[in-house]
């Protein structure tokens, strides 16, 4: 987990079978949403833009991202899923946008390297309330 709140939770994605992909990060609202984005109060929407703002400037920082994307999918489960991922400066054409992880020299980490990279992401998410 990188941070929690009455509203949203951010974790870092993580497969404990094979190394995970360093830089993958998920936002999530706490409350169904039925109608995706449509469905975000203010504060919700507020929350997730800030955090997005946060996670990309520390995935640039931590590490080397070039840039970061970002996408939503809300139907799975019926909260808003909002992706922040890195997107390394060395990646091929062929992998950029959703083919991220299928780069073979991309950067993966263990679940050990996850936690440490989730808790240095951590400590640079600040919300002013």
Request: net charge negative; hydrophobic share 40%.
């Amino acid at each position: 987990m990188i941070y929690e709140d009455e509203l949203i939770l951010v974790t870092h994605e993580i497969d404990a079978e094979v190394p995970t992909y360093l830089g993958a990060v998920l936002i999530q609202t706490k409350r169904h949403t039925e109608n995706g984005l449509a469905s975000l109060t203010d504060a919700e929407g507020q929350r997730i833009g800030i955090i997005v703002a946060q996670v990309s400037r520390a995935l640039k920082e931590l590490v080397g991202a070039a840039w970061t994307y970002t996408y939503c999918f809300t139907e799975g489960f019926r909260h808003v899923h909002q992706f922040v991922v890195a997107r390394h400066p060395k990646m091929p054409q062929e992998y950029v946008r959703l083919r991220f992880d299928e780069w073979e020299q991309a950067p993966k980490g263990s679940p050990a390297q996850i936690a440490e990279l989730s808790h240095q992401l951590a400590e640079r998410i600040r919300i002013l309330s």
